[in-house]
């Protein structure tokens, strides 16, 4: 096994133990849960920047690397809601979109086309970082509940710009082009590892 597909498996390792922290809360379960949640995020850096850097960009890591990062951000704002810091709803919104996008992005392998990651998917990634550190921090520092809240917000808007896009370019790359119909796949290139979905 190779250096970043092994940091990829230690982002998904990493789950259980954040909720852990999170929902025991237990003296100073907060404060590490969050450590948790950076370091997740470190290693989602690390392995891209390792794949490209000693190119070990692998097919299995384009696979696991989104599924990470689906599971950490999941389970973060999941672990959210059960502290009552963040609406339910939003989390179904943000949740929901990311599996809808894996879906749509998985039929379109099947028919041969690889969707890459768009600066919209990235940007969604970066935004759902950014409102987890601060809904956890806030949860203990109440003067970030207004940026927190902004960042959430942001999340949501990007999570469903983004999502209109992916089915944007599905219809484009598939549909439009006949892909169904035996016309010849368009196959997209892969995007290397460390783009968002």
């Given at each position: 096994m190779n250096l970043p597909n092994a940091l990829t498996l230690l982002r998904i390792f990493l789950v259980p133990i954040l909720v852990a922290l999170l929902l025991t809360r237990t003296e100073g379960g907060l404060f590490l849960g969050t450590a948790v949640f950076g370091i997740g995020v470190l290693t989602d850096y690390l392995d891209g920047y390792f794949a490209r850097r000693r190119n070990?960009?692998?097919?299995?890591g384009?696979?696991?690397?989104?599924?990470?990062?689906?599971?950490?951000?999941?389970?973060?704002?999941?672990s959210l809601v059960e502290m009552d810091a963040v609406?339910?709803?939003?989390?179904?919104?943000?949740?929901?979109?990311?599996?809808?996008v894996t879906g749509l992005r998985n039929v379109a392998a099947g028919r041969g086309v690889?969707?890459?990651?768009?600066?919209?998917?990235?940007?969604?990634?970066?935004?759902?970082?950014?409102?987890?550190?601060?809904l956890l921090l806030a949860t203990r520092a109440p003067v970030l509940e207004l940026p927190a809240l902004v960042a959430l917000?942001?999340?949501?808007?990007?999570?469903?710009v983004s999502a209109m896009d992916y089915v944007r370019r599905y219809w484009r790359e598939t549909v439009r082009q006949g892909?169904?119909?035996?016309?010849?796949?368009?196959?997209?290139?892969a995007a290397p590892r460390g783009h968002r979905s």
């Open positions: 070990q960009v692998t097919r299995v384009m696979l696991l690397d989104p599924l990470a990062d689906k599971l950490l951000t999941a389970a973060a704002f999941i609406p339910a709803w939003m989390v179904v919104i943000i949740v929901g979109r990311d599996f809808a690889l969707m890459p990651a768009s600066g919209l998917g990235k940007g969604k990634m970066v935004s759902q970082v950014v409102a987890i550190f601060l917000w942001v999340a949501v808007g990007l999570s469903l892909t169904s119909e035996g016309a010849g796949p368009s196959r997209a290139t």
